[in-house]
């Protein structure tokens, strides 16, 4: 079976409508697609709950002991994460050295970079070219990543926030329709000249409060008729025309107003091309709506 597009899904889920009338029809019938946007609907919800969050707090100093750990960082520089790096840490400096050179920076002056320094082509590494070099088995951690762990957070959250932009958009669009209340139903029995003819019908209430008649039968086909149905009253005194139906099945629209109550009969008729609306007559099955228990 064929699936939506993965980037189809993607677009729906931002709220764009750019679904065909068979891609929601496959939608519909798919699990693994529905499950796809039910996902994508919950990590909106999770999105939206964050929203009254406030501002994101410091992490404690429990956070970076353990980034220290996994990072094999020295003790010197796990104790000092706010001092700024030149460079970079270099994990096989000794301690000693290590403080020394610190102390000497922490003593130098500050330097405007002179024209020509800030003009210097970089190399490869996107250092200048007479800068110095790490040792190439020197191991280099940058402070200032280490520094920022909440940045991703921030980003899946704002991504989060765009999926929850279309949830009620993928709701709408793919909820599953509110089905029809059964009323009554009636079982349609043959005519002695059909003897072979079967049917049932079927009394819905829509959402929208309409009233329709389903009809469903089976029976000998004739050349140059048509099938009519009609719903007649109980002592059979008065009836009105639902329409004409094509093939086996068919759905009718019941009169506003029409006391179903009254004409509770479902007939379906062989009729001829005569210009006569009347019934004709020749009643194929028929039925008495009754109430479901």
Known sequence: ?????????????????????????????????????????????????????????????????????????????????????????????????????????????????????????????????????APEDATVHSLDKRRRPWGGIVAAAAAVALVA???????????????????????????????????DAQLEQLPDGTRVIEVKFDAPATDGGYREVWLITTDATALVSLGIVEGTTGQFTVPEGLDISNYDLVDISEEQFDGNPAHSGDSIVRGQLSTEA
Do not use: Y
């Open 1 to 133: 079976m064929q699936h939506v597009d993965p980037e189809l899904l993607a677009l729906l889920a931002l709220g764009e409508q750019v679904a065909l009338p068979e891609d929601g029809q496959h939608i519909s019938e798919c699990e693994q697609c529905r499950r796809e946007i039910e996902i994508l609907a919950r990590a909106a919800m999770v999105g939206r709950s964050t929203f009254d969050a406030g501002e994101l707090l410091e992490p404690p100093s429990c956070v970076w002991d353990r980034i220290s750990d996994e990072l094999s960082l020295t003790a010197e520089t796990a104790s000092a994460p706010s001092t700024p790096a030149v460079v970079g840490l270099i994990d096989d400096v000794p301690g000693d050295d290590l403080a020394q050179k610190r102390a000497e920076h922490d003593r130098a002056p500050m330097k405007e970079p002179a024209a020509a320094d800030a003009a210097a082509p970089a190399d490869a590494t996107g250092a200048p070219a007479d800068s110095p070099a």
């Open 165 to 199: 932009s279309a949830g009620t958009a993928l709701w709408s669009t793919f909820r599953p329709a509110e089905q029809p209340t059964i009323l009554a139903s009636a079982t349609l029995d043959a005519f002695p000249n059909w003897p072979d003819s079967t049917g």
